[in-house]
Nanobody, 121 residues
C-alpha cells in the first residue's frame, strides 16, 4: 500500500524544537521528491521544505528547519529548531514522482494525514 504516515507533532514553547517524521511505504523515498507543507487555520497550505537531488526551504524557515532522509528506514524527517508561534500549523508530508522540487502543493500527488504543531509564546 502506497502511503505516508507523519508523526512527531506536539506542543512546545517558543524557542523549542520538534522533529517530524514521515514514514513512506509502497515506494522508495529516494525515487521521489519529498516535501513538507503546513496549513494554519484560515490560511492556504504553504511550502516549508523539500528534498530531491537537492534541498529547498521557504525563507521563513531557512536556518531553523532541516529536511533529511533515512534511506534504511524509508523515512523523511523535518527537524524544527527555534520554533516560533507563527510556525503553528498542521504539517503535511507529500511526495511527487518527478525528482524536481516544486513549492506548489498541486504538484504533489501523495499526502499524509498531517500532524499538529503548536508553538506557544
Amino acid at each position: 500500500q502506497v502511503q505516508l504516515v507523519e508523526s512527531g507533532g506536539g506542543s512546545v514553547q517558543a524557542g523549542g524544537s520538534l522533529r517530524l517524521s514521515c514514514a513512506a511505504s509502497g515506494f522508495p523515498v529516494t525515487s521521489s521528491t519529498m516535501g513538507w507543507f503546513r496549513q494554519a487555520p484560515g490560511k492556504e497550505r504553504e511550502f516549508v521544505a523539500a528534498i530531491s537531488w537537492n534541498t529547498q526551504y521557504d525563507d521563513s524557515v531557512k536556518g531553523r528547519f532541516t529536511i533529511s532522509v533515512d534511506n534504511a528506514k524509508n523515512t523523511v524527517y523535518l527537524q524544527m529548531n527555534t520554533l516560533k508561534p507563527e510556525d503553528t500549523a498542521v504539517y503535511y508530508c507529500a511526495a511527487k514522482q518527478i525528482r524536481l522540487i516544486s513549492t506548489t502543493p498541486a504538484s504533489y500527488n501523495l499526502w499524509g494525514q498531517g500532524t499538529q504543531v503548536t508553538v506557544s509564546s
